[in-house]
């Protein structure tokens, strides 16, 4: 969960490379790193913590070079410091490295290098690869990573020069992400495009066991068996200003406030409302199997899979599909067996994490058809599942994730029903849910419109360190996604619940000092939450409710009521999820916590 980038070329590489890490720090920040190439002089300079400590130690030094490899930390091996700070060397220091995975049998090649003298400097996986490349180098520092790929097992995306092969950087990659960027200053590659989308958008995607040479004006990729492969160029949609925080003080709150146009984005291009039927072109070439298919397996990991979870309520909703919701880092373990023509539906935001991708594939193993829902183009999900849906919701850089939760949301709505309205679902509620679901972006402004109501009502409990958020059918999963992002962002404890299994519980923990977040619509679930809120009243914990606009008689029973506007039972999700995102956001400001970079996470989880 790291991030690297390098980069050759006609500029000198020192602030690249400086601005790429910075675009990637959400991937890892406990420390980084970056050596530049000058002929065979090489500098290299680590720091822990923030770029901005390396910034500061290497500001006002001269780095020459055109050619280097940078990067920026999230520890698996070895804790944040100096030396375990990438990039890492061999004994004589000829090659540089930098790698984002993890090397599993590192410590057996770690104590067989040892025995033939080695000493390491480090207690990171990594090192090791530096010492076997310099040990398999013999003019061709291709054929030396290439011979290393054979020797290791585990997963990498790694970039790495040598003193000897002057004007080159060869990357390689098995299960992490990397990307080569080409440009007329020169080429590129990274763990993503946000670190090069500032210099160019034509970039290729590295696959599993491939490894390329970057040099000034070229790039030449082969496989682990030294076969040349060609590959297209693909063109980015994303663009350098999407990947600032556009006069927000936070990425978090600056994709919150995205949600009405993701959610559009979502939906354009996607909707007949004459029909009340979405088109989703990306599924048509699975699409004659789809539609008879009975049984359908969601797998996702965090807040992907809470999406996931409201998936299934929706699913069965409209549509007469049997559904399972699996946790990825479970189901890969699973003893599987599915009935004939099953889907599994892959959510994930990123595209590369690394327990869905491992879950996909077991999956396929199995038998089963792969569909994604995916917002990282090109990613490793992506072109690991036959069809797919993309999010186009743009970047998403806060490590709290949120607009793409509210885009997971539409997007599978779209896509029950289009299934259900091939089942039995009628043209009129066909046409009906499309005009709510039209309705959104406008129902997500107003409540958004709201903020500074929401930001009252946490600077009355931040101080409170323990929270409940309940929720009944739909709305359970938002009550556990409310909790993961008061959770990450904020380190406040929360516990998401079914509000029927408060009574089974939590009520134990109900005090003057426990807030409890009560999601509870104008739905058929309503009158149940306001018993579960009246337990909580006669135990005098205190109240949020988060209800449907107009709906006075609450006011009298709890403490504080956020409004969202009226909308279809199986839409109130979409428009719940917001004052949750936001009461998460401003109890992690007031408490003064790193919003978009919280401690102990990373954007991207490519290591199980
Ligand atoms: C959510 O805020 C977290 N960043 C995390 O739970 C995330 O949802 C999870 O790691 C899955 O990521 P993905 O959607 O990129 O697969």
Redesign the pocket.
């Given at each position: 969960m790291c991030g690297i980038v390098c980069y050759v070329g006609k500029k000198q590489a020192k602030s690249i490379l400086i601005g790429g890490l910075k675009q990637l720090e959400y991937r890892g920040y406990d420390s980084a790193g970056i050596a530049v190439q000058d002929g065979s002089n090489i500098t290299c300079h680590r720091a822990v913590g923030r770029i901005v400590e390396l910034e500061k130690k290497i500001n006002g030094q001269e780095i020459n070079g055109t050619l280097g490899i940078a990067h920026t930390r999230w520890a698996t091996h070895g804790e944040p410091n100096e030396r375990n700070a990438h990039p890492h060397t061999d004994p004589e220091q000829k090659v540089y490295l930098v790698h984002n995975g993890i090397i599993e049998n590192y410590g057996l090649l770690k104590k067989k290098l040892q025995k033939e003298g080695h000493h390491f400097s480090s207690e990171t996986d990594t090192e090791v690869l530096a010492h076997l490349i310099a040990l398999n180098f013999d003019g061709s520092l291709n054929e030396a990573v290439r011979r290393t790929m054979s020797q290791v097992e585990g997963t990498f995306g790694l970039a790495v020069i040598h003193r000897d092969a002057e004007g080159e950087i060869v990357v390689a990659r098995r299960g992490s992400p990397l990307i080569i960027g080409l440009s007329d200053e020169g080429n590129f590659a990274a763990s993503d495009v946000s670190a090069m989308v500032r210099y160019t958008n034509q970039v290729v995607h590295l696959q599993d066991n491939e490894l390329a040479t970057l040099t000034l004006d070229d790039f030449a990729i082969s496989t682990g068996q030294a076969k040349r492969i060609e590959r297209t160029v693909e063109t980015v949609e994303w663009h350098a200003e999407d990947a600032d925080l556009d006069g927000f003080p936070h990425f978090m709150l600056k994709e919150i406030y995205e949600q009405p146009e993701t959610v559009m984005n979502a939906m354009r291009g996607r909707l007949e409302p004459g029909e009340g039927v979405p088109k989703l072109g990306g599924i048509t070439p699975v699409w004659d199997q789809l539609k008879t298919c009975r049984h359908l397996v969601m797998v996702?990991?965090?807040?992907?899979y809470y999406a996931a979870c409201v998936g299934r309520y929706i699913f069965e909703k409209l549509t007469d599909i049997d559904v399972e919701v699996e946790l990825a880092s479970e189901f890969r373990y699973r003893k599987l067996n599915f009935p004939p023509n099953t889907f599994i539906v892959a959510?994930?935001?990123?595209?590369?994490?690394a327990d869905?991708l491992a879950a996909i594939r077991e999956a396929k193993r199995k038998g089963a058809r792969l569909l994604g829902i995916v917002n990282v183009v090109g990613s490793s999900i992506s072109r690991e599942t036959e069809a797919g849906i993309y999010n186009h919701a743009g970047p998403e850089i806060g490590?709290?994730?949120t607009k793409?939760f509210t885009s997971q949301l539409a997007i599978l709505t779209l896509m029950a029903l289009l299934l259900g309205r091939h089942q039995n679902l009628s043209l009129t509620e066909g046409v009906e849910a499309i005009r709510a679901l039209q309705a959104l972006p406008a129902q997500i402004k107003k409540i958004l419109s709201q903020a500074n109501h929401i930001e009252a009502i946490a600077e009355k409990y931040y101080r409170c360190p323990n929270w409940l958020f309940l929720g009944r059918k739909f709305n359970f999963p938002i009550a556990m996604e409310g909790a993961?992002?008061l959770k990450?962002v904020s380190y406040i404890h929360a516990e998401g619940y079914a509000a029927g299994e408060m009574k089974h519980g939590p009520i134990a923990l109900i005090s003057p000092q426990m807030p409890t977040v009560a999601i509870l619509p104008k739905d058929d679930m309503y009158e149940k939450m306001v018993s579960n809120i009246q337990e909580i009243k006669s135990r005098r914990g205190p109240v949020v409710a988060i209800t449907t606009e107009g709906n006075r008689e609450i006011c009298d029973l709890v403490d504080e009521v956020i409004e969202i506007p009226a909308t279809l039972d199986f839409l109130n999700p979409i428009l719940a999820v917001v004052p949750c995102q936001l009461l998460a956001y401003y109890c992690a400001n007031l408490l003064c916590c790193d919003i978009d970079k919280p401690r102990n996470?990373a954007?991207?989880?490519t290591v199980e």
């Amino acid at each position: 969960m790291c991030g690297i980038v390098c980069y050759v070329g006609k500029k000198q590489a020192k602030s690249i490379l400086i601005g790429g890490l910075k675009q990637l720090e959400y991937r890892g920040y406990d420390s980084a790193g970056i050596a530049v190439q000058d002929g065979s002089n090489i500098t290299c300079h680590r720091a822990v913590g923030r770029i901005v400590e390396l910034e500061k130690k290497i500001n006002g030094q001269e780095i020459n070079g055109t050619l280097g490899i940078a990067h920026t930390r999230w520890a698996t091996h070895g804790e944040p410091n100096e030396r375990n700070a990438h990039p890492h060397t061999d004994p004589e220091q000829k090659v540089y490295l930098v790698h984002n995975g993890i090397i599993e049998n590192y410590g057996l090649l770690k104590k067989k290098l040892q025995k033939e003298g080695h000493h390491f400097s480090s207690e990171t996986d990594t090192e090791v690869l530096a010492h076997l490349i310099a040990l398999n180098f013999d003019g061709s520092l291709n054929e030396a990573v290439r011979r290393t790929m054979s020797q290791v097992e585990g997963t990498f995306g790694l970039a790495v020069i040598h003193r000897d092969a002057e004007g080159e950087i060869v990357v390689a990659r098995r299960g992490s992400p990397l990307i080569i960027g080409l440009s007329d200053e020169g080429n590129f590659a990274a763990s993503d495009v946000s670190a090069m989308v500032r210099y160019t958008n034509q970039v290729v995607h590295l696959q599993d066991n491939e490894l390329a040479t970057l040099t000034l004006d070229d790039f030449a990729i082969s496989t682990g068996q030294a076969k040349r492969i060609e590959r297209t160029v693909e063109t980015v949609e994303w663009h350098a200003e999407d990947a600032d925080l556009d006069g927000f003080p936070h990425f978090m709150l600056k994709e919150i406030y995205e949600q009405p146009e993701t959610v559009m984005n979502a939906m354009r291009g996607r909707l007949e409302p004459g029909e009340g039927v979405p088109k989703l072109g990306g599924i048509t070439p699975v699409w004659d199997q789809l539609k008879t298919c009975r049984h359908l397996v969601m797998v996702a990991c965090g807040t992907s899979y809470y999406a996931a979870c409201v998936g299934r309520y929706i699913f069965e909703k409209l549509t007469d599909i049997d559904v399972e919701v699996e946790l990825a880092s479970e189901f890969r373990y699973r003893k599987l067996n599915f009935p004939p023509n099953t889907f599994i539906v892959a959510l994930s935001q990123s595209g590369e994490t690394a327990d869905t991708l491992a879950a996909i594939r077991e999956a396929k193993r199995k038998g089963a058809r792969l569909l994604g829902i995916v917002n990282v183009v090109g990613s490793s999900i992506s072109r690991e599942t036959e069809a797919g849906i993309y999010n186009h919701a743009g970047p998403e850089i806060g490590v709290a994730s949120t607009k793409i939760f509210t885009s997971q949301l539409a997007i599978l709505t779209l896509m029950a029903l289009l299934l259900g309205r091939h089942q039995n679902l009628s043209l009129t509620e066909g046409v009906e849910a499309i005009r709510a679901l039209q309705a959104l972006p406008a129902q997500i402004k107003k409540i958004l419109s709201q903020a500074n109501h929401i930001e009252a009502i946490a600077e009355k409990y931040y101080r409170c360190p323990n929270w409940l958020f309940l929720g009944r059918k739909f709305n359970f999963p938002i009550a556990m996604e409310g909790a993961l992002k008061l959770k990450e962002v904020s380190y406040i404890h929360a516990e998401g619940y079914a509000a029927g299994e408060m009574k089974h519980g939590p009520i134990a923990l109900i005090s003057p000092q426990m807030p409890t977040v009560a999601i509870l619509p104008k739905d058929d679930m309503y009158e149940k939450m306001v018993s579960n809120i009246q337990e909580i009243k006669s135990r005098r914990g205190p109240v949020v409710a988060i209800t449907t606009e107009g709906n006075r008689e609450i006011c009298d029973l709890v403490d504080e009521v956020i409004e969202i506007p009226a909308t279809l039972d199986f839409l109130n999700p979409i428009l719940a999820v917001v004052p949750c995102q936001l009461l998460a956001y401003y109890c992690a400001n007031l408490l003064c916590c790193d919003i978009d970079k919280p401690r102990n996470l990373a954007k991207s989880v490519t290591v199980e």
